[in-house]
């Protein structure tokens, strides 16, 4: 359940491993030290064809602001085989001068402190949101800047069927239920929520994307379930996600091919108007708007509500980060640095923007979402604005996490098991991971 950078975040949501390829060098310049410049620096990324074009597009752009420096592109599979390769060039001491890996725990599982280099004393340090800085951090330093925007575990929704309808975007989960109600009422056929099962990883949303509600109500639960003192059965706010997933099956708002549909089918049903909503990571609406232009302006997004209307608010999954490791010296290094200033910049920011859409803001102050950018990723901006409307998903904050998520929540959203009981299944999952992890308490 780990996100990766743009184009890789679904897959590896997915927990699949992404395909391998032949690694390739981007034509910015000589890849000789020298070159058409004084100083070539090499910068590593997945092999996914939208991060070697933001990844290439960075380095043009870089390059045309520093003429003394070249930046070729390098590039990794994804998925575990891309964890082993980052993990074995680290070790070996045969890293690139600049790489794009996770923020969060798999980000420690990379022992910054040992083979990272902290960038806590660079001046844009203090644009950086927040929320991304937790997950770059180890041992109190800062060691990454982020690359690509932020997303979140949301619902999208049809703007034509809430307009028809006089609907309002609801604050809490008794009113997400009310429009539910309305929408099956109407006779017009549309599913209230879609649920594409066939995708088992899709499953997930209303428990992982509820966990800004958890922790709002349980500022501490991530710290409990770390350290095996909280549980995802026996926690009033934890176990919202699988009692909404299990609500919405038993009220039969789901669409009826709910157990085989597939993503591209639900972006098919909430583009063209025959489903209502669908809770799912917002990194999809790139590829909902390529087959259907018009969704850009007609599917918006809200935070998943929770029970307090006043605390509702966004749970984020970060952009990537990237990295300095400690091999990286002299010229080099320097270059580098100049390197993740320039990225993380408004400049930067521009050039990602002209590679492709956003998946989310950026965790960069003053960088500004383009102004075509499709409405639901619009409708994510407020939530990062506004203090405490926003907050990490749990990945992000516990390295607990267990294999079988997505067919627990399937069998809870079919019917198959009842919530408190998927809870508890849950709970028995993540154990094996965290005995193997050796935490505290396990």
Request: hydrophobic residues 35%; contains cysteine.
């Amino acid at each position: 359940m780990r996100i990766g950078t743009r184009s890789t975040a679904l897959a590896v949501f997915a927990a699949g491993t992404l395909i391998l390829s032949a690694c390739s060098a981007g034509s910015l310049g000589s890849s000789d030290e020298g070159g058409s410049g004084s100083v070539s620096i090499t910068y590593l990324t997945t092999n996914q064809d939208q991060d070697v074009k933001e990844a290439e597009q960075l380095a043009k752009d870089f390059t045309a602001k520093n003429p003394g420096i070249t930046v070729k592109v390098e590039t990794r599979p994804g998925g575990t085989e891309g964890d082993n390769i980052i993990k074995t060039r680290l070790s070996t001491g045969d890293m690139v001068d600049v790489f794009n890996y996770n923020t969060g725990s798999l980000f420690q599982a990379i022992a910054p402190p040992k083979n990272l280099l902290p960038i806590d004393d660079q001046p844009y340090i203090g644009d950086l949101d927040e929320n991304f800085k937790k997950t770059v951090t180890a041992d109190g330093k800062v060691y990454g800047a982020p690359v690509g925007g932020f997303m979140g575990g949301a619902v999208l929704y049809s703007i034509p069927v809430y307009t028809k309808l006089g609907l309002k975007v609801p604050t809490t989960w008794s009113e997400f239920m009310a429009n539910n109600a309305k929408i099956k009422a109407s006779g017009d056929g549309v599913a209230p929520v879609i649920q594409t099962y066939g995708e088992t990883w899709t499953s997930q949303l209303f428990v992982l994307g509820d966990f800004h509600n958890v922790s709002a109500a349980e500022p501490d639960f991530a710290d409990k379930y770390t350290k095996n003192e909280a549980k995802y059965a026996t926690s009033p706010a934890a176990v919202k996600g699988f009692e909404h997933t299990q609500q919405v099956h038993d009220l039969g708002y789901e669409n009826k091919d709910f157990a085989s549909a597939k993503l591209p089918d639900g972006l098919k049903m909430l583009a063209t108007g025959k489903g209502a909503h669908y809770p799912i990571l917002s990194g999809v609406v790139a590829n909902m708007i390529a087959t259907y232009p018009d969704a850009a302006k007609t599917v918006g997004l809200f935070a998943l509500p929770g029970d307090d209307a006043a605390k509702n608010g966004l749970t984020l999954w970060t952009p990537g980060g990237l990295y300095i490791p400690t091999t990286t010296t002299g010229d080099k290094l320097e270059a580098a640095k100049k390197f993740l200033a320039f990225v993380a910049s408004p400049d930067g920011c521009k050039s990602q923007s002209t590679a492709g859409a956003p998946t989310g803001p950026y965790a960069v102050k003053g960088c500004e979402l383009p102004a075509d950018v499709p409405q639901a990723i619009k409708d994510m901006q407020p939530y990062l604005d506004k203090p405490g409307a926003s907050s990490l998903a749990l990945e992000f904050l516990s390295p607990v996490k267990g294999p079988s998520l997505e067919q627990i929540t399937v069998e809870v959203g079919s019917g198959i098991r009842k919530a408190k009981d998927g809870a508890a299944r849950y709970d028995e999952d993540v154990k094996k991971q965290a005995q193997q992890l050796g935490l505290a308490g396990w």
